[in-house]
């Protein structure tokens, strides 16, 4: 199959291309971008006119919530849900029911996957044993299975013995491993960001520097074990403080944020409004300014949508109640545009992010057009308006805080191992 996407705006910010060029497709790879391959001929062309034709998005984070979930959502409705937002790789958490610490699990994620023929699926591993954090896993299975990473997802591991021996484990055989930073005994029970809005919701609290104090144990295990360590979701200013630090000092390590807080603070919770409440809690507004400052210097390298998708049963509930998480994976692109206008960065920069930065931190050979790379292809128009409604969204998940919101980018076409898979 040959395809050629022509005279749309190609950008691929690892190669620094941003220029109204062709794009052409053969064998599921990039064949040429700008001038057509000797004897071309096209079984299908795609009029990218006033379009921008970018790398297939990657997530760092998005539950799909199976196994065990499913009544919140399926494989097959969060998969349709990532490619209609344009994202063709997806890096799932291992907190599901079960865990994924078992090599079985993980290979019937992947061939579930592989099956539905869309998005790129690849599984964060348990970092221990039902993330109980009692027994590292046996990360060397977990990784022939198909595990990029290890993790704890939100789960607690309390025993900095037990993170020490998975750390010098991980480091031995060059895994990554995924840690999101915040001290289980600081944020226990806490729903919402320890300030004025909490105060007066009367809503139990978790401090900022839930965040560091781990942060500092983390830093200090990585000088110790020299593993490559990934801090997931970011929320305070002296979290992206530290991390800028730690990155001057050499440290091994990368970070992200998700796309609610580069967009939401802890006001935006209202009157108790449900959609907000989020792992981690929004933060005030001087966190969410270090957050986007962090994202624009690099300190933070990539954004991710967090994508959780809930039952309305369980979001229709008192705020304190209400299970945290948000749907995000058709909203990571245009609120990772409306970002970029707001900071006045250029456009490649901002699907730097989305694209070439994290493929960096998952280890892919992806996020990119060369010839010869998959091609996983996102085309959108980045000025068609649209109202973010539950109808809109092909997640199971309807539950999102920008809700009724207007937002600028539509995916028009995704393209995954040179197959169209969603024509918006």
């Known amino acids: 199959m040959k395809i050629e996407i022509r005279n749309g705006r190609v950008i691929d910010p690892k190669h620094g291309i941003d220029r109204k060029a062709s794009l052409y497709i053969a064998a599921g790879k990039v064949a040429a971008v700008g001038e057509a391959p000797g004897g071309w001929h096209a079984n299908r062309v795609l009029d990218a006119a006033g379009l921008v034709v970018c790398p297939g998005l990657i997530d760092s984070s998005a539950r799909l919530r199976e196994p065990g979930f499913e009544y919140k959502a399926t494989l097959e409705s969060e998969v349709a849900a990532a490619v209609a937002g344009g994202v063709t790789s997806l890096a799932c958490p291992p907190d599901t029911d079960p865990p994924l610490d078992e090599p079985g699990l993980v290979q019937?994620?992947?061939?579930?996957?592989?099956?539905?023929?869309?998005?790129?699926?690849?599984?964060?591993?348990?970092?221990?044993?039902?993330?109980?954090?009692?027994?590292?896993?046996?990360?060397?299975?977990?990784?022939?299975?198909?595990?990029?990473?290890?993790?704890?997802?939100?789960?607690?591991?309390?025993?900095t013995q037990v993170l020490l021996r998975?750390?010098?484990?991980?480091?031995?055989?060059?895994?990554?491993?995924?840690?999101?930073?915040?001290?289980v005994h600081l944020a226990r029970g806490g729903v919402a960001h320890d300030g004025e809005v909490a105060t007066r919701l009367g809503l139990p609290a978790i401090p900022a520097f839930a965040e560091t104090i781990a942060l500092d144990a983390i830093f200090e295990l990585v000088r110790a074990t020299g593993v490559h360590v990934h801090l997931a979701r970011l929320s305070t200013h002296d979290g992206v403080a530290r991390m800028r630090a730690a990155k001057k000092a050499g440290l091994p390590v990368t970070c992200d944020v998700a796309i609610h807080h580069v967009h939401l603070c802890d006001v935006d919770i209202g009157w108790f409004n449900a959609h907000c409440h989020l792992v981690p809690p929004l933060r005030g507004t001087r966190d969410r300014a270090a957050l986007?400052?962090?994202?624009?210097?690099?300190?933070?390298?990539?954004?991710?949508?967090?994508?959780?998708?809930?039952d309305d049963d369980a979001k229709q509930l008192p705020f304190a109640e209400a299970e945290p998480g948000a749907t995000a994976l058709e909203l990571l692109l245009p609120l990772t545009l409306q970002w970029a206008k707001e900071e006045k960065l250029p456009l490649s920069a901002a699907l730097d992010r989305i694209t070439a930065a994290p493929a960096r931190v998952l280890g892919l050979d992806a996020g990119h057009l060369a010839?010869?790379?998959?091609?996983?292809?996102?085309?959108?128009?980045?000025?068609?308006?649209?109202?973010?409604?539950?109808?809109?969204?092909?997640?199971?998940g309807k539950n999102t805080p920008f809700l009724g919101l207007e937002l600028s980018g539509k995916v028009r076409y995704t393209l995954v191992g040179g197959q169209v898979v969603h024509e918006g």
């Not at 039902?130 to 789960?155: H, N, P, R, V, Y």
């Not at 010839?371 to 199971?396: I, M, N, T």
């Open 371 to 396: 010839p010869g790379a998959d091609a996983d292809v996102c085309v959108f128009d980045p000025d068609l308006h649209w109202v973010v409604a539950p109808s809109a969204l092909r997640s199971q």
């Open 166 to 183: 998975a750390l010098q484990y991980a480091a031995t055989f060059g895994y990554r491993v995924w840690l999101r930073p915040q001290d």
């Open 292 to 310: 986007r400052a962090g994202l624009v210097d690099g300190t933070v390298d990539i954004i991710c949508s967090d994508h959780t998708p809930v």
């Open 108 to 159: 019937m994620l992947k061939h579930r996957a592989r099956s539905l023929n869309q998005a790129h699926v690849y599984p964060i591993g348990a970092l221990t044993v039902g993330l109980k954090g009692d027994t590292i896993t046996e990360m060397g299975e977990l990784t022939e299975a198909g595990c990029i990473a290890f993790s704890q997802a939100d789960a607690a591991l309390a025993d």
